[in-house]
């Protein structure tokens, strides 16, 4: 196995505006996109004031009355938004010991009686009372913004260092009024002394493009599977972001952009306190069908995927559907299988094709 990797690498994007440096930062770039499939960003263009802010309110989020939680609960959004509480969310079909608000950016439902259901999987956010955290949402939403714009600016890069023009990703986009991005605010509450699992989340692939991760508290527990299948830490780095590769991404690259499994452990027993995290997911266009789009990369680009050589068996959570279906559809059954109680409410066909048997046991809270 020529390239397995036992680090993340750090990647600086401060080089990208510095012409004599930006071929270094694009050849780095080649290197984790396609062997590693994970990377540490530096100096990202999110004003750091915005980001301090953020883990700022992020205690305070989850320390809101239950009830306020309640009021905004996911089960209340056909578009999968709002809170899940401890213990909603199946990764395999096991529970996730996590806490959830699933929020996204601006975004008007364009599904109406008849059309694909999967139009229906974007629409507004649910916020909490202004009341209750002042200035919430506005902080939220300027960071949104700024991680959308590294987002379609990254797409771009990455397109660089494969060889193609920089925008030949773009038509996997709508206009921005039309796309919408999702970001979740987690947190990994410290397990009791009697719990059995330490599953935060369980070993999956993101379903998109790319993920920015903001690792919000100093709990290290992410941790990233390398080709031989070990699993290698990933923990938090102020000031960075760490950015992976979804499943469409690596579809839409011809496997040259690795989308590689990763997990997240609970905090050790004991510890005073829990773990936070930002991940912000970005989309494709609902109706794209990835098989109607072949990218042509050059030949010698294509051959650096052969000297990677192939990844172990992964039991990981995996999307075979994304050739034939458009990407909506994709994403709508995965939320399906994520949050079925969610799915009972809003999609009951859908529902009961996937749960035949009804709702799962657990995972049913919300
Ligand atoms: O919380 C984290 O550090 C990672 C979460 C994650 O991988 C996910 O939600 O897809
Ligand atoms: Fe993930």
Redesign the pocket.
């Known amino acids: 196995m020529a390239s397995n990797f036992s680090s993340v690498p750090v990647l600086d994007y401060a080089l990208v505006s510095d012409p004599k440096r930006k071929p270094e930062f694009i050849s780095q770039l080649q290197h984790a996109l396609i062997n590693v499939g994970f990377l540490y960003l530096t100096n990202p263009p999110v004003a750091q004031g915005d980001v301090d802010d953020l883990i700022g309110y992020i205690p305070r989020l989850f320390a809101l009355p239950q009830q306020a939680k309640h009021e905004i609960r996911m089960a209340n959004s056909p578009h999968f938004l709002g809170y899940s509480k401890l213990g909603a969310e199946l990764t395999r079909g096991e529970t996730d010991h996590?806490e959830?608000f699933d929020f996204a950016t601006p975004h008007t439902c364009r599904w109406s009686p008849g059309a694909p259901d999967y139009l229906r999987l974007w629409g507004p956010s649910q916020w909490p009372e202004e009341a209750a955290l002042p200035g919430f949402k506005a902080t939220f939403e300027r960071y949104l913004a700024q991680v959308q714009a590294l987002g379609y600016k990254f797409i771009e890069l990455l397109a660089e260092a494969f060889g193609l023009p920089h925008d030949a990703l773009a038509q996997f986009y709508d206009s921005d009024a039309l796309m919408q991005h999702r970001a979740?605010i987690?947190k990994?509450p410290v397990p009791s002394d009697d719990a059995s699992s330490d599953q935060?989340?369980g070993p999956?692939y993101?379903a998109g493009f790319l993920?920015f991760?903001l690792?919000a508290s100093d709990h290290p527990?992410?941790q990233v599977q390398n080709l031989s299948g070990q699993w290698i830490d990933?923990p938090p780095v102020p000031g960075t972001f760490?950015v992976?590769i979804g499943k469409a991404l690596e579809f839409a690259t011809q496997g040259l952009a690795r989308a590689t499994s990763?997990?997240?452990l609970s905090p050790p027993k004991g510890s005073p306190t829990p773990?936070y995290?930002?991940?912000f997911?970005q989309n494709i266009s609902l109706d794209t069908r990835l098989t109607e789009h072949v990218l042509q990369f050059p030949a010698e680009i294509l051959q650096l995927k052969e000297q990677r050589g192939a990844a172990a068996a992964t039991d990981s959570v995996n999307f075979t559907e994304f050739d034939r279906e458009p990407s909506g559809r994709v994403n709508l059954i995965g939320r399906v299988k994520s949050h079925p109680d969610v799915a009972a409410a809003h999609y009951p066909d859908l529902f009961k094709q996937i749960f035949p048997d009804g709702l799962p046991a657990q995972g049913s809270a919300y």
């Open positions: 996590r959830q979740k987690v990994y935060g989340v999956h993101d993920t991760l690792q527990g992410l990933a760490v992976n990763h997990r997240v773990r995290s930002v991940p997911f």
